[in-house]
């Protein structure tokens, strides 16, 4: 093992085990809390909130950020350096200062709907923040330049004279584009795809701060058992599941890339 | 012309260049050029990089637009057309094939663009393939191919749409040598058998002399000659062709009244030639493999151009072996002989005698 790999384990391994061992040490020593969690109509409505927040909020961004990315790749280097700073600029920020930014543009009296009200001149109060919508906007943004930068690799690394023999040959943009583009930057997209939505499967402040009572995910999930209800055998075994979750989506991916390389 | 049912183009078409000519911001790629290349011709775009070939080739595929003049193809404006819509095939040095794609995929690219019924597709995707040698590798993928395979699938991938007009641009620059004469050879028969019009792109002085109908040697971003193989190399019109083609011993000289040049106190007999005056400073050349060597005391009377020298160096280069002789009047002259055992080769420093008969010596120009 390298010593990366050591410093890691040393510093994630003893406090997994200590919420493993939390999840399993209720009064007894036993795996009641897993039982019940999963009998639990909250934590079955919370986990399919948690799949389709993190899975909608994945493919919006890899929307969004393939065109960025598409855009990116069709510029020269330098132009392209620059560029690629406005696109991390906001993946530097803390994450609880852009969703205060956010519930500042998108609140009832916010930034957006403050424009909409002067521009048609009456009172508009569009439920922009604190339910999915906000959610979706907190996500996306925060997601967007993780996708960005896999997406753009694989854009990159396609031969531009490959370009050039389709168009000699007579196609026209649209289809280089779904012939040539779509599929050859396939691996990079599969690959962001799955890595974002897993990130996202684990995301707690956003939908904390913008999003409504029906926007919890897991993670909030723990966070209540943790705070309000103060189980923590339960709490922990919540994470527990969600990291099981995680690791069940990533494995396959990390071995696919071993295969490839 | 073609003897292709289902690939020879049944028409060849002609290109003409008219006062073409690109520049890149304040530097010009191409000076204003006149070229037009004949039906069913194999012209080959031959110069160091950067002499303007590149450029020139890219303008007639439309991937750049030309600062000044025109480009017709059979006498139809062009100049402003898209590549899509030109009807040029091109074949590139590092392939360009799809790599998503199978080898059947790739050569039925072309067609599909052009929404050709899946039965036309299949036939001539079938007939493209067998055309290049590679029948029973439609399922491959590129990878699975080695480099000389590869690129015989961009040929097919060419050839299956009967282009107009067939560009190749270094197309066996990434091969070795011994492929690279193999797949020369392939060219050249599929030219013959399908007739199309090719241009080849090439820094290869020996491919450009072994496949070409014509040659056009491009330096400094325009034409340095254009001509026959023959002409490039037995008639070249300045030093540049004379040095860029072949191997070539040139010496300044001045015309005397006799039609002799006379070089260093040396005389020179040059074949008849009635375009230099008397007095005219000229460039001769004569090819080292023109140049005769032999005992001190040999060549019997009669020789022309004789010499006497001492051999500076030899290079044993397989088939030929280059002699460097420092003549006695101060000339170095190089000469080329059928290689023989290493002691049949003259000795460093062996007195030996060179000749060359009139008719080799060619005035390059003034």
Redesign the interface.
């Known amino acids: 093992m390298s010593p990366a790999v050591l410093i890691a384990v040393a510093i994630v391994l003893p406090p997994l085990l200590r919420i493993i061992y939390t999840s399993v040490h209720g009064p007894a020593l036993s795996l009641t809390s897993y039982a019940e969690v999963v009998k639990s109509n909250l934590f079955r409505e919370t986990l399919r909130t948690t799949f389709i927040i993190a899975g909608s909020a994945s493919v919006l961004s890899l929307l969004l950020g393939f065109i960025v990315a598409l855009h990116l790749a069709r510029q020269p280097a330098q132009r392209r350096t620059a560029l690629m700073v406005l696109v991390l600029l906001p993946f530097w920020t803390s994450i609880l200062v852009k969703c205060f930014a956010f519930t500042i543009i998108l609140g009832r009296d916010g930034i957006i709907n403050s424009l909409l009200s002067w521009i048609f001149d009456t009172r508009i109060q569009l439920p922009l923040v604190l339910n999915r919508i906000g959610t979706l906007v907190g996500m996306t943004n925060y997601l967007i330049p993780l996708i960005v930068l896999p997406v753009l690799a694989s854009l990159l690394a396609i031969d531009s004279t490959i370009y050039r023999a389709a168009s000699i040959m007579g196609a026209k943009p649209a289809r280089i584009f779904w012939t040539v583009t779509v599929p050859m930057s396939l691996p990079g997209v599969f690959a962001g795809l799955l890595s974002i939505f897993v990130m996202s499967l684990g995301t707690f402040i956003i939908p904390a701060l913008l999003g409504g009572r029906r926007d919890q995910m897991l993670s909030n999930l723990v966070d209540f058992y943790n705070r309000q209800v103060l189980d923590w055998a339960k709490a922990s075994s919540i994470s527990i599941v969600l990291f099981g979750i995680a690791a069940a989506f990533i494995i396959p991916l990390i071995l696919w890339r071993r295969r490839k390389a | 012309m073609s003897d292709d049912p289902v690939l020879g183009s049944r028409i060849a078409h002609t290109i003409a260049l008219k006062g073409i000519s690109k520049m890149f911001g304040s530097v010009t790629a191409l000076h204003a050029t006149d070229l037009s290349v004949e039906k069913g011709e194999f012209l080959t775009l031959l110069g160091p990089s950067g002499s303007g070939k590149t450029t020139l080739l890219n303008l007639i ?3 750049i637009g030309p600062t000044t003049g025109a480009i017709l193809l059979d006498g139809r404006d062009i100049t402003t057309m ?9 074949v ?1 040095q ?1 392939y ?5 794609m199978t080898v059947f995929e790739n050569v039925a ?2 067609l599909r ?2 929404r050709e019924p899946a039965k036309t597709i299949q036939v001539k995707v079938t007939a493209a393939l067998d055309r290049v040698g590679l029948r029973g590798f439609g399922d491959r993928k590129p990878r699975q191919l080695s480099g000389g395979q590869q690129q015989r699938v961009g040929i097919a ?1 060419c050839i299956v ?1 009967s282009p107009a007009i067939i560009m190749m641009d270094e197309p066996l620059g990434a091969l070795d040598k011994n492929l690279r004469e193999q797949m020369q050879g392939e060219i050249k028969r599929l030219h013959r058998e399908l007739g199309t019009t090719v241009i080849y792109v090439t820094h290869d002085q020996e491919e450009a002399l072994n496949m070409s109908d014509r040659i056009c040697l491009m330096n400094g971003g325009q034409i340095a000659q254009l001509g026959t193989p023959d002409e490039l190399y037995f008639r070249p019109r300045s030093r540049f062709v004379a040095e860029f083609i072949g191997e070539s011993n040139l010496f300044s000289g001045r015309m005397n009244s006799d039609g002799r040049i006379v070089i260093a106190e040396a005389q020179l007999i040059a074949g008849p030639d009635n375009r230099w005056t008397e007095g005219t400073e000229v460039l001769v050349m004569v090819r080292p493999e023109r140049v005769k060597i032999g005992h001190a005391d040999g060549f019997a009377k009669g020789h022309t151009n004789v010499l006497n020298g001492e051999v500076t160096s030899t290079s044993f280069i397989g088939g030929m072996t280059r002699v460097t002789v420092k003549a006695d009047n101060g000339l170095n002259i190089s000469a080329k002989m059928v290689s023989g055992h290493a002691e049949t080769r003259p000795e460093l420093g062996a007195r030996v005698r060179l000749c060359w008969s009139s008719s080799d010596v060619v005035v390059v120009g003034n």
């Open positions: 595929a439309g991937a898209p590549p899509r819509e030109r009807g040029i095939g091109m590139f590092n360009a094939l799809m790599p998503h690219y072309p663009v052009r991938r749409y």
